[in-house]
């Protein structure tokens, strides 16, 4: 800082390629500029460019600023956007300006009518009871000596409408701001503009009534009176720096016009996305612009059926626009919510000029480092189509879908984290949500279903912890401590997992079917539910049996109706059996890994325990019998099986994907492992069959059908061609996508600075390639087929080592560099020879 070394590691002789910062601990405000020297085998070095980080505010004291809202109101009415305004001067010359800015809603800042950019949808999401975030900005270039600061502050997830009910005020009545801008002059003095009673407000400007969900009312003729003052008022929770990658807008999308059959102006952006529609327009002062966006046209026309109610319950939700024309020219900038939408029905307006629309993708800015291509073009679109349900539901937690609920479901995020981390950099934006899913964590130790919770605790509280879904606590820390070699993910989740522990031991040793309190609804159903209870066993105590669960959730309808209200009353106890050793399994070894060897004792036991449970209660004979894949591809794949009823049970799973003509039979929880146990016990061809097969269901069935994003459920038309209003936008069954990193082209991330790269051809694929960025640098491998030979190039980055294992059992032990290998046509009848 200021030219002064604070910390020289000096050269390290080691292989660590992060995380090596020993120095001390910083202050708030201060600017770090540092720099890397690495030195090769042969004793040549270069430095990196100088970076630089800046500290934010680390305490509550740090803060003059008191938070203001304009009416003081307890009452649940939604209000217009709130504006305050403050002018102040400046007569010094400028060294910095910072702005730390945080709302209980969401806002925007402008200073001499600009936008403050870097965020948009600040502060972003969180348990707003627990954790706060503010943001930084630099505004150095923007202060002059006459200034006016403002912002605007919009009802966001803490008042608007949140989750699968759209639940409206469930954080707070009434939004609020905090904000301070610091000037640092030359001369060393420094001023601080807080916000207080002083600054201006008034709730008359363009905004109207906005919603995430919902949309924004806009009126352009109207100007901000700031006819009142703002009133101090109080918020319990003291904010903390954000540490999650901004959301921010990304991509943008020019539509085509469309005429709907019944002559109505409808835009084609050509991209089903999360984000906004940004536009141009001049007309009559007071006309009315109304803008609708979808996600499907039916028939032709806009469809709101994939996210306007929820079947029998929740509020309506509308992705709409409704815009008032000033007369001049006007730009709409829009704030304040976001949709799920490629399709938008314009009304209002005679002649619609396509130029003058944009539709512009908004999600968290991780950094992209994976990307996979082959031979089969709609295997390369289905790839395509998963990074877009990735980026549309990556908006500062994983949601479930970006135009219906916007929820952070546990479940869907755990069953997509791996592969989610080879299409982008997720470590910060996980981070950031595993303290959401921490904020949300019952003194219990339970683990709500959706984080940041987005319903009241009494509200169908039986199915928080469903097995698989809270699961996500133990999966997503190991998940990323293996793909991201850092301890912090095992240490700042310890009290996290431990609690889940704790609650699974309690809830499987507890066969009441407990939660249902006298005059509990649920309470009449407790005979049936007890009728299901396993018979008994010397394991059972390794089963949750009790509570209510998903299960696999959303398997095609064909295999199985999840949808009959029986479904979720029956336990799903050959589910819950599975997690357990899963999740205990992988807890133990992260607890043996951090030195606590009698916790990790106690995982072992209910992971062994539970394994014996599965075969007592669900193996016969070594077999299962059954046709639903889901139920073949959980045992293979958590490793619960013995080795004779492995191969039962794999070549049943074989024998059903044949018997269904290769269309996909599973649901959520066992979609990312299909492919995997297929290839995994020989069966390479059923595996790229069901791959790239068209037909529904099934990934590529999606493809034919012209999506451009993932679907919640492989059926989503009847056969009418009706859209039966599943989301179009759900990144789980993209899950498959692991597999063409792991197996297609065999990239593994096999501990630290090591790669395990075994790829597996197939199918009709002439040529894969997979690269990916991998906090080890970036691995490579890709394959041709030509003349009946394979030909695999691989590459493995500076200062790991990788074991290269081919289809024929050549087998390699390689370190750093680009290699060649072939394999001969022989291999083609090995792969086909299942
Ligand atoms: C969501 C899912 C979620 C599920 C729970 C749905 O409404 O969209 O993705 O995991 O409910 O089963």
């Known amino acids: 800082e200021d030219g002064e070394v604070i910390f020289d590691s000096g050269l390290v002789s080691s292989d660590d390629m992060f995380c090596i910062y020993k120095g001390r601990e910083f202050q708030s405000g201060e600017i770090i500029t540092w720099c890397v020297t690495l030195w090769d085998e042969s004793g040549k070095s270069e430095k990196s460019e100088n970076a630089v980080f800046e500290i934010g505010l680390l305490h509550s004291g740090d803060w003059k600023a008191k938070w203001i809202c304009g009416i003081n109101t307890d009452k649940e009415e939604r209000l217009p956007a709130d504006y305050y305004k403050k002018s102040f001067s400046v007569n010094s010359s400028i060294i910095k300006a910072r702005l730390y800015a945080t709302a209980c809603g969401v806002y925007e800042a402008r200073i001499n009518g600009k936008r403050v950019e870097g965020y948009v949808l600040a502060p972003g999401c969180t348990e707003y009871e627990k954790r706060l975030y503010y943001q930084t900005y630099d505004v150095t270039d923007m202060i002059d000596s006459e200034n006016n600061i403002e912002f605007i502050v919009g009802d966001g997830w803490f008042k608007g409408k949140i989750g699968s009910d759209s639940e409206e005020y469930f954080f707070g009545r009434q939004t609020k701001l905090l904000a301070q801008l610091e000037i640092f002059y030359s001369d060393g003095r420094k001023d601080i503009i807080a916000t207080d009673h002083s600054f201006l407000w008034c709730n008359d400007g363009p905004i109207g009534y906005n919603d995430l969900k919902d949309g924004i009312e806009y009126d352009a003729s109207k100007m901000p009176s700031y006819s009142c003052y703002a009133v101090e008022t109080t918020y319990e929770v003291a904010p903390t720096a954000t540490n999650s990658p901004a959301i921010k807008e990304h991509e943008t999308f020019t539509p085509k016009l469309l005429q709907s059959p019944s002559g109505k102006n409808t835009l084609d952006f050509g991209q089903n996305l999360a984000g906004y529609i940004r536009f141009k327009v001049k007309g009559k002062r007071g006309n009315k612009l109304t803008i609708r966006m979808c996600e499907i046209l039916e028939n032709g026309e806009y469809c709101d059926k994939t996210f306007k109610t929820l079947p029998k319950r929740g509020k309506s939700i509308n992705q709409q626009i409704d815009y008032i024309l000033s007369g001049n020219n006007d730009t709409f900038e829009p704030n304040f919510f976001y949709s799920g939408f490629r399709y938008a029905l314009v009304e209002g307006m005679e002649e619609v000029n396509p130029e003058n629309f944009e539709a512009v993708a ?7 480092v994976g990307d996979f291509k082959c031979s089969n073009g709609m295997i390369n679109k289905f790839v395509e189509n998963t990074i877009w349900s990735e980026k549309s539901n990556f908006v500062d937690i994983p949601t479930d879908c970006p135009q219906r609920e916007k929820s952070g479901w546990t479940g869907d995020a755990q069953l997509f984290a791996k592969t989610a981390t080879y299409f982008a950099d997720t470590s910060a934006f996980f ?9 949300c964590q019952r003194e219990d130790g339970r683990v709500d279903n959706v984080c940041p919770k987005i319903r009241p605790v009494n509200q169908r509280d039986m199915l928080n912890g469903s097995v698989g879904w809270a699961d996500a606590a133990i999966i997503i820390p190991y998940t990323l401590w293996k793909m991201y070699n850092d301890d912090s993910f095992i240490m700042d989740n310890y009290e996290l997992m431990h609690g889940w522990k704790q609650y699974v031991m309690k809830a499987s040793a507890d066969k009441t079917i407990y939660h249902l309190s006298d005059g509990h609804p649920m309470k009449s159903m407790k005979h049936v539910i007890e009728k299901y209870l396993l018979p008994d ?5 390794y089963i949750i049996e009790s509570g209510l669960h998903w299960g696999e959730w959303a398997e095609p309808l064909d295999v199985f109706d999840c949808s009959d209200p029986m479904f979720l009353v029956a336990p799903k106890q050959e589910e819950a059996a599975a997690y357990m050793h899963y999740s205990m399994s992988m807890l133990a070894e992260m607890l043996r890994y951090i030195g606590k060897g009698d916790e990790a004792a106690v995982c072992e036991e209910y992971a062994i325990g539970a394994k014996k449970a599965y075969n007592f209660h669900f193996v016969k004979e070594d077999d299962i019998v059954t046709d639903r894949q889901a139920k073949l591809v959980r045992p293979l794949a958590f490793g619960l099986l013995d080795e004779t009823a492995q191969k039962n049970v794999a070549k049943r799973l074989n024998d059903v994907a044949i018997s269904r003509e290769y269309k996909v039979g599973t649901g959520f929880l066992s979609t990312p492992f299909v492919l995997q146990m297929l290839v995994k016990y020989g069966y390479v061809d059923t595996a790229y069959k069901m791959l790239e097969n068209t037909d529904e269901p099934g990934w590529l069935a999606m493809v034919a059908n012209g999506a451009t994003t993932v679907w919640e459920c492989y059926n989503n038309f009847d056969k009418d061609g009706h859209c039966l209003g599943h989301s179009m936008n759900h990144y789980s069954p993209g899950a498959v ?21 075994s790829p597996n051809p197939g199918g009709t694929l002439t040529f894969a390639k997979a690269r990916y960025n991998s906090v080890y640098g970036e691995v490579v491998s890709s394959w041709t087929k030509e003349d009946g030979k394979y030909i695999f190039n691989i590459e493995v980055p500076s200062n790991t080592k990788a074991t290269i294992i081919l289809p024929d059992g050549q087998r390699y032990e390689v370190e750093a560099g680009k290699y060649q290998y072939y394999c001969t046509a022989f291999i083609d009848q090995l792969l086909q020879s299942n």
């Open 362 to 368: 908004v999600y968290s800015s991780m950094e992209y």
């Open 431 to 439: 981070r950031k949500w595993l303290k959401d899913v921490r904020d």
């Open 537 to 541: 066993s010397p394991y059972n105590k």
């Open 737 to 757: 996508c692991g597999f063409l990193f792991e197996k297609t082209c065999g990239i593994n991330v096999d501990g630290k600075n090591k790669f395990t790269i």
